[in-house]
C-alpha cells in the first residue's frame, strides 16, 4: 500500500460496502497494509533531506504512519484526512500517545483542530475534514505537502487528487515540495493480476472499478494543479503477507474492492482473491508480490 497496496477508503458514513466493520477494516489497514509503503515514505524523506525544517502537510493521512516516520526525523507534522474517523483515531493514538482524552480518541471522538483544541508548538496535529481545516495562521506556511495515496486504481482517482491539491497547495510556501505517488507499469507489479479481480467483478456501468496505471498519471495531475515538475523516481514496495488470508484482509482494508463486493457479495470476492493470490503464494504458506512505486516531487509556483 499506505499508506501502505494503496487505500481508498469508503466514507465512513455514506457509500460505504454494506456490512463493513471499519473499525476492523481500519486495524487492518494499520496492522497489514499500511506498512507495505514504507520503502517509499523513507525514499522520498532522504530524497528531499525531512528533518527539523521540515514542515508538511500529510493529505489522506489515514492512521499516520508516513506522519510519524516524519516526525521521528525531526519533522513538524499536520495530517488531514476526511474520509474515515476511524483512522484518525489510530493515528492519534501513534502520534498523541497518553495524551488527554486518548480513550475518546479509540472511539473516534477526539476533539478536532477546528472544534477549537490546539495542539502544542511542535505537537503533531491531525484534522479530521478537508484540507482548508489544517490552515494554521499563526504558524509558518507548509514546505512540504504529501498526497502518499498512490493514484491510478480507480477511475476517477486523479481528477479526486487534483481537487484536493487544489484546496492543499494554498497552504504552502512557494517553492514548497508537493508529492505525489502512484502505482508503477503493470508489468512490473505483480499485484496488478490481483487488483484485475476488481474490476472484473465490479458493474462497469457504475465507473468504481480498478483501472492500470498509466505512465504519466503523475506528471497530468500536477500540470492541472499548477505544480512545476522538479524530479520523480521509483521505489521497490514489496507486498509480503504471513498467509493467505492476511493477504486477504489487508487487500480489502484499501477498500479497492468496495464496487466488488456491492456488485456481487463478500463471499464471491473473498473466492475470486484466494485464486488470484494463489501463484504468489510460497510453499512456507506467506503471499510475496513485487511491485515498483513511482513517486514525483512537484513545487509550488
Not at 515514505?41 to 516524519?70: K, N
Not at 482524552?101 to 496535529?125: C, I, L, V, Y
Request: glycine share 10%.
Amino acid at each position: 500500500m499506505t499508506p501502505t497496496l494503496v487505500r481508498q477508503h469508503s466514507s465512513s458514513h455514506a457509500g460505504a460496502t454494506p456490512h463493513v466493520d471499519l473499525r476492523a477494516r481500519a486495524r487492518d489497514w494499520s496492522e497489514i497494509q499500511e506498512r507495505m509503503l514504507v520503502p517509499l515514505y523513507e525514499a522520498v524523506f532522504e530524497r528531499l533531506d525531512v528533518g527539523g525544517d521540515t514542515r508538511m502537510l500529510g493529505l489522506g493521512c489515514g492512521s499516520g504512519l508516513a506522519l510519524l516516520m516524519a516526525a521521528s526525523r525531526g519533522a513538524a507534522v499536520t495530517g488531514v484526512d476526511s474520509r474515515s474517523p476511524e483512522l484518525l483515531a489510530l493515528a492519534r493514538r501513534r502520534l498523541l500517545p497518553g495524551a488527554p482524552g486518548e480513550t475518546g480518541a479509540a472511539e473516534g471522538q477526539w476533539p478536532s483542530e477546528t472544534g477549537g483544541t490546539r495542539a502544542r508548538a511542535g505537537t503533531p496535529r491531525l484534522v479530521e475534514g478537508s484540507p482548508e481545516a489544517a490552515a494554521d495562521p499563526t504558524a509558518p506556511a507548509f514546505n512540504l505537502v504529501t498526497a502518499f495515496e498512490p493514484t491510478g486504481c480507480l477511475a476517477d482517482d486523479s481528477e479526486r487528487l487534483g481537487e484536493l491539491l487544489a484546496r492543499a497547495t494554498p497552504l504552502a510556501a512557494r517553492g514548497a515540495a508537493v508529492v505525489l505517488a502512484g502505482w508503477g507499469p503493470p508489468e512490473r507489479c505483480a499485484t496488478t493480476s490481483v487488483l484485475r479481480v476488481a474490476g472484473k467483478l465490479s458493474d462497469p456501468l457504475r465507473g468504481a472499478g480498478w483501472r492500470p496505471a498509466l505512465r504519466d498519471d503523475l506528471e497530468e495531475v500536477a500540470q492541472r494543479a499548477g505544480l512545476r515538475p522538479d524530479g520523480s523516481g521509483r521505489v521497490a514496495c514489496p507486498f509480503g503477507y504471513a498467509d493467505p488470508g492476511s493477504a486477504v484482509r489487508g487487500l480489502l482494508s484499501t477498500g479497492l474492492f468496495d464496487a466488488a463486493v456491492a456488485a456481487t457479495d463478500r463471499e464471491q470476492v473473498d473466492k475470486e482473491l484466494a485464486e488470484a493470490l494463489h501463484p504468489h503464494q510460497r510453499p512456507d504458506g506467506t503471499v510475496w508480490m513485487p511491485n515498483v512505486f513511482r513517486y514525483l516531487i512537484a513545487r509550488v509556483r
